[in-house]
């Protein structure tokens, strides 16, 4: 039977890190936050004064006992020196100071779908192979391999990109320059989660007894990057005078999430439809 686990360290305990614990101990848990600036955590979270760069940081890690961590720190910088620090050093930091069994049972990483560098549209899922075109999927794969390898109880969870309250890059872009003018032939198709629902997820696979592998982060529906800006023009009232070959893209491809559904987990927000309309309505009360 699945149940919440005792006790959890939560290491780069951020905006995600966050919402994962407040789920956790509303449902009877013990949390632990991991962070640089502890103060900002909940009051009912434990709190560790934390850098993942900082070798004697993890000292304090070494000293808990936990039942389950989840790994999901962020890159100070869009750079690969960045990513390498905080991702692959991390992992390997984190197989050398956590010992495998006693009380501990799972091990979530927090990844993300750029380790399919995929441009034609492909249909993705966890059995695809993983091939980055970029810095970013490159080096979280070499950490998800390091802790594959290791004797830890991992699950790696790879996540579409995060929106919701206070990410709101898109609604911003729509405001200042409108939405597309014109529709691109063939689509960019993009992929994403609300991050309610990554949290959910999360917190759905660090209560499971027999978790798989890797499970892809996303909701219901992929959907082109045209049809999601002409969405938002339409909620916001912006123009469509937008000429989409302006924006770089990163990739097309369209992720399943079959598999994490298995696990009972289902998206509050299951296309991006639901979500947006709900970050648009909340502004306007």
Same mark, same amino acid.
């Given at each position: 039977?699945?149940?919440?686990p005792?006790?959890t360290?939560?290491?780069?305990c951020g905006?995600?890190?966050?919402?994962?614990?407040?789920?956790?101990?509303a449902?009877?848990?013990?949390?632990?936050?991991?962070?640089?600036?502890?103060?900002?955590l909940p009051d009912?979270?434990?709190?560790i004064?934390?850098?993942?760069?900082?070798?004697l940081?993890?000292?304090?890690?070494?000293?808990?006992?936990?039942?389950a961590?989840?790994y999901?720190?962020?890159a100070?910088?869009?750079?690969e020196?960045?990513y390498?620090?905080?991702?692959?050093?991390?992992a390997?930091?984190?197989v050398?100071?956590?010992?495998?069994?006693?009380?501990?049972n799972?091990?979530?990483?927090?990844?993300?779908?750029?380790?399919?560098?995929?441009?034609d549209?492909t249909?993705i899922?966890?059995?695809?192979?993983?091939?980055?075109?970029?810095?970013?999927?490159?080096v979280?794969?070499?950490?998800?391999?390091?802790?594959?390898?290791?004797?830890l109880?991992v699950?790696?969870?790879?996540l579409?990109?995060?929106?919701?309250?206070?990410?709101?890059?898109?609604?911003?872009?729509?405001?200042?320059?409108g939405?597309?003018?014109t529709?691109?032939?063939?689509?960019?198709?993009?992929?994403?989660?609300?991050?309610?629902?990554?949290?959910?997820a999360?917190?759905?696979?660090?209560s499971?007894?027999?978790? #798989? /592998?890797? %499970?892809?982060?996303?909701?219901?529906?992929?959907? !082109?990057?045209? @049809?999601?800006? $002409?969405?938002?023009?339409?909620r916001l009232g912006?123009?469509?005078?937008?000429?989409?070959?302006?924006?770089p893209?990163?990739?097309?491809?369209r992720?399943?999430?079959?598999?994490?559904?298995?696990?009972?987990? #289902? /998206?509050? %927000?299951?296309?991006y439809?639901?979500?947006?309309? !709900?970050?648009? @309505?909340?502004? $306007?009360?």
């Amino acid at each position: 039977m699945n149940a919440i686990p005792e006790r959890t360290l939560i290491i780069g305990c951020g905006d995600l890190g966050i919402r994962v614990g407040n789920r956790l101990v509303a449902a009877g848990g013990s949390v632990t936050g991991a962070r640089r600036r502890p103060e900002a955590l909940p009051d009912a979270f434990q709190r560790i004064a934390f850098d993942v760069t900082d070798a004697l940081a993890w000292d304090r890690v070494a000293g808990t006992t936990p039942s389950a961590i989840i790994y999901c720190v962020a890159a100070d910088e869009s750079t690969e020196l960045a990513y390498r620090r905080a991702y692959l050093e991390g992992a390997q930091r984190l197989v050398e100071t956590i010992t495998p069994g006693g009380s501990l049972n799972r091990v979530v990483f927090v990844s993300s779908t750029s380790v399919y560098g995929v441009n034609d549209g492909t249909w993705i899922d966890e059995r695809s192979p993983a091939r980055p075109s970029g810095f970013r999927g490159e080096v979280l794969l070499e950490a998800e391999r390091v802790l594959a390898d290791s004797s830890l109880p991992v699950t790696t969870l790879r996540l579409a990109g995060l929106y919701g309250p206070g990410r709101t890059r898109l609604i911003e872009m729509v405001r200042q320059r409108g939405g597309p003018s014109t529709e691109e032939a063939p689509p960019t198709w993009t992929n994403r989660i609300h991050i309610d629902d990554a949290a959910a997820a999360i917190t759905t696979i660090v209560s499971l007894d027999d978790a #798989a /592998p890797v %499970y892809i982060g996303v909701d219901d529906e992929p959907s !082109s990057r045209y @049809d999601v800006l $002409r969405f938002l023009a339409s909620r916001l009232g912006a123009p469509n005078d937008l000429d989409l070959t302006t924006i770089p893209k990163r990739g097309s491809k369209r992720c399943r999430n079959d598999a994490l559904r298995t696990t009972g987990w #289902a /998206p509050r %927000y299951p296309t991006y439809r639901e979500g947006y309309a !709900s970050m648009v @309505d909340a502004e $306007r009360r």
